[in-house]
């Protein structure tokens, strides 16, 4: 009778440590809009994206890198222009990234560069649509 215990013990075990894992391996978007100074030219704008890109090469966890200008008519940007669209494997790999050397010197290149008026940033994790409510 121990042993049956025993193996339904692990068994629960087992379950609970995966609904755990499952939980936490959720995707994680993380989503950075830069409003810059007026005084940015073409050629610093491009070494900011290229930078940021690049820290998809030299940072784990991230698995896509997107980007792109805005181009809302609706005018409630307010001066927000360029957005990037990280996606990071799970929470984890996104805690990882923040404090992660290549993205201290990254933030260093933008006070350098003194291109930015002001950064937006949100993160959330993906939420699987059918079970959302």
């Known amino acids: 009778m121990r042993k049956i215990y025993l193996i339904a013990s692990l068994i629960i075990a087992g379950i609970i440590i995966m609904a755990f894992a499952y939980q936490n391996n959720k995707a994680v978007k993380h989503i950075v809009v830069f409003k810059y100074k007026s005084t940015a030219t073409p050629a610093q704008l491009d070494e900011v994206t290229s930078a940021f890109l690049d820290l998809k090469n030299k940072i784990p966890g991230i698995t896509s890198f997107e980007y ?24 984890h790999s996104r805690d990882n990234y923040l404090p992660h050397p290549e993205h201290k010197k990254f933030g260093e290149l933008l006070g350098k560069l003194g291109v930015l008026e002001e950064p937006f940033v949100v993160d959330f994790e993906v939420q699987n649509v059918s079970s959302a409510k």
């Open 68 to 91: 792109g200008v805005n181009n809302s008519p609706e005018n409630l940007n307010k001066g927000f222009t360029h957005v990037y669209l990280l996606t990071f494997k799970n929470a």
